[in-house]
């Protein structure tokens, strides 16, 4: 249930929230999970229909490589990125309507075609597929070919994974089209592709992440008291784990937001599993408060200020939200199993951790509230019965 608005105006008070500032933060913190039916589905979750094709993907890649095996499947890939490519003729054709693309000039360069990796993630909400790059260059280029159109626009160098939801897969298409003309020889794909199939996505979108190497939140491993190959490592794991959660929220909950609340349990995920624990003070240094009160410039925490941007009095209170709320999640991270978290257990922290406000998070009664909505239902105990 959504969380008392006058509890979590007392919360903001008591954080230093004064006269205005308290019903910007109020906007700013509302919760858009709590009104989702958190509890109406078992977890975790089937996967959706992409995973199969995916699957097939990655079988081809273990057999021709990587590179050259999205190419046959995705066909931004076998276009340049190079300024205008998007509003071409042929551009438009392959990407929009699913026409060869076999012409097309050039296509996006690789500089470590080798560094690529594809597979299926398990997750709580069910495998995703993922594609990570060794060399920086190679993720921008990813990027830019899937989510920009093949158009070279900057990529903030503290972006280091992306998802990429709502893709046009024209292969699925192709082989939905191919499986229709044999059962009907008489043609019509046409109309029963406007008719039947435009209606359901699922049937054509695929979402999958784009993940690179690199420092997380640009942090050197110096920072953190660790070298640098393991802190590369740890920063893969964050990356990905911290992803997938965002695919938690949007595929169970129906939301992913760009704001503190959202990443604040997308760190926590990505923390534990690489550490085997949540570490406060890792989050703290990701955001720019270690050394709270003060903030340094840089952090990311100012990459979540919304729309239109908080006041400079109401960031400062959500620097001290972000304070507080670190310390009940480590706090309630020792109610949870030690070690890799099972898809199912991971699934009823997220459900937890969505269903409180930040300011719930951030209050003395935060740990209680989670030990509450954490604690396993009568059907969660069936579900583990029969799964032993």
Known sequence: MPADRGFRADVLRAHGARGDQIEELLAYTENAFAAADADGADLPL????????????????????????????????RFPVRAGVS??????????????????????EMADPDGLALFLHPTPAGRIPVVAARARADFVALVRAITRKNEPDAIPGSMGACIVGGYNNWDRVARLRRAWEAENPAGGWGSHFRAEIVPRKDLYQDRFILLSRGPYSALPAADLGLDEETWIEKSLTIRLEHECAHYFTRR?????????????????????????????????????????????PGGRLQNYRGQPPLSEAAFRVLQALLKSAAGTLETVDALRPAGPAEPREAGRALRALTGLALEELASPEGAALFREAYRPTARDERIATVSA
């Not at 509003?87 to 996006?108: F, K, M, N």
């Open 252 to 296: 169970v909950l129906g939301s992913m937001r760009n704001s503190l609340h959202d990443e604040l349990i997308a760190d926590y995920q990505g923390i534990r599993a690489a550490e085997g624990r949540f570490r406060a003070d890792w989050l703290l240094r990701f955001m720019g408060v270690e050394a709270f009160p003060a903030y340094r």
């Open 87 to 108: 509003s071409t003729d042929a551009y438009r054709a392959a990407t929009l309507r699913g026409e060869s693309a076999e012409d097309a000039e050039g296509g996006v």
């Open 46 to 77: 089937p996967d959706e229909p992409f995973a199969a094709a995916w699957d097939g993907y990655a079988a081809r890649a273990a057999e021709i490589g990587v590179f050259p095996a999205l190419r046959e499947v995705l066909p931004q890939l």
